[in-house]
């Protein structure tokens, strides 16, 4: 999967960055896989500094997103064992200098990447310890965004034990 965040992130393709993050949080809930769960909120958080026009037009962009691409090229040849926090620095750093907002790229891909798994069927409190994220942050998140109404209108119990028995087989192969 970290192959595949670079190739997005190198080309700038936020759609398919998120992409990957939800299949990530999605595994990460099914399997309780902190890995997962950590690179979800780097492809997330990368995915949404793709979309501000204020971090791609910052003096400093180029500059650290090769340092990123660096760093994701490292850990696919099992150089760096501490990839997430190198990038989730270099993300914050980013955001500190260039953000417009009060919350940083992070802490709201931790609510977001949680409340996916949320959706899938785990709880919310597991939900925050598995992304690292606040409680009274996915709690508002969760508020605001209605995510377990959205799950229940659009499928019942069965279509999402199905969906995750399919999830489960694909992770044992």
């Known amino acids: 999967m970290i192959a595949e965040i670079r190739k997005a992130f190198e080309v700038e393709d936020h759609s398919a960055l998120r992409s990957i993050a939800v299949e990530l949080a999605k595994k990460a809930a099914v399997e309780q896989d902190k890995a997962s769960a950590q690179l979800s909120v ?3 958080s990368l995915s949404k500094m793709l979309t501000k026009t204020h971090f791609r037009r910052s003096p400093h962009w180029k500059e650290y997103k090769a340092a990123i691409v660096s760093m994701l090229l490292d850990a696919e040849k099992g150089k760096d064992g501490n990839l997430i926090e190198r990038v989730e ?8 200098e ?3 907002f009060v919350k940083n790229v992070v802490d709201k891909a931790r609510s977001k990447m949680a409340a996916i798994a949320y959706s899938v069927g785990i709880s919310v409190s597991l939900a925050a310890k598995l992304f690292g994220s606040d409680m009274h942050d996915l709690y508002d998140y969760l508020g605001k965004m209605r995510v377990h109404d959205e799950e229940q209108t659009r499928t019942g119990i069965k279509e999402r034990v199905s969906a995750l028995r399919r999830l489960l087989n694909a992770g044992s192969r």
């Not at 620095?89 to 500190?96: C, E, L």
């Open 42 to 44: 780097i492809a997330y």
């Open 98 to 100: 260039d953000g417009h």
């Open 89 to 96: 620095q270099i993300i914050r750093k980013i955001d500190a």
